[in-house]
């Protein structure tokens, strides 16, 4: 089966500062997607960015960008120039076309002014 | 934009009522998919749907069924509600079989079952 794990299940940083959310998967296939999603305290869970495996290219949007290595099957997600509302649940997904994801535990992140 | 409703935001359900929690989605998705978020274990799949009258079981599935009589409508029932069952859940809808965009997720219904 395949599973996606979150290591740090709390995560704080500093207004301004940079902050990076580790996740690793296991697959033995070759072609699929990876996401982060947010949950603020709303609930709603909000698409912040995703990557094709193929694309040896790291996905970026805005102040989020991510380290993908496929080999050490690792996505980390960094946050840069950090926001009180990046203050969120991060959760880390992997998914192949024609499937369903699969969710990592989740990282709650704290922003402190 | 896609919009994916949940009936309740709360509910408070009694140990061996039946409880049904309704999604609905507004964007013709062909697929339906309910999971169940508890704090430490991230999100579960309990079943999910790539069309009407169509139902798979997730990881899961047990004290749970569900029903999609409509393309844009995907109920979860617990037949008889236990406290186990006490927990966050999450629908979400995604607009054909590959993953290109991910999933559009409703805003939860936090059931409590006393």
């Known amino acids: 089966a395949q599973t996606v794990t979150q290591s740090q299940p709390e995560m704080s940083v500093q207004e301004a500062e940079t902050v990076t959310l580790s996740c690793t998967y296991d697959?033995?296939?070759?072609?699929?997607?990876l996401f982060w999603y947010k949950q603020p305290p709303s609930r709603q869970m909000i698409l912040v960015i995703r990557?094709?495996?193929?694309?040896?290219q790291n996905a970026t949007e805005n102040r989020f960008s991510v380290n993908f290595q496929k080999a050490a099957k690792s996505f980390s997600l960094k946050i840069s120039d950090s926001q009180l509302g990046d203050a969120a649940m991060y959760f880390c997904?992997?998914?192949?076309?024609?499937?369903?994801?699969?969710f990592g535990e989740g990282t709650q992140l704290t922003v402190n002014p | 934009d896609v919009k994916v409703t949940q009936s309740s935001r709360y509910l408070v359900k009694r140990t061996g009522e039946k409880v049904f929690l309704e999604c609905v989605q507004d964007m013709d998705h062909e697929n339906m998919f309910w999971y169940r978020q508890d704090p430490g274990l991230g999100l579960r799949l309990i079943y999910f749907?790539?069309?009407?009258?169509?139902?798979e079981k997730g990881d899961i599935p047990e004290g749970y069924s569900v029903s999609r009589e409509k393309k844009e409508r995907f109920s979860l029932i617990l037949e008889s509600a236990s406290t186990n069952q006490t927990s966050m859940y999450l629908c979400a809808s995604s607009l054909t079989r590959g993953l290109n965009y991910g999933y559009t997720f409703g805003s939860g219904t936090r059931l409590t079952v006393v």
């Open positions: 749907s790539y069309d009407v009258k169509m139902k």
């Open positions: 997904a992997w998914g192949t076309s024609g499937s369903r994801l699969t």
């Open positions: 697959t033995s296939e070759s072609d699929y997607y």
């Open positions: 990557q094709e495996a193929y694309k040896q």
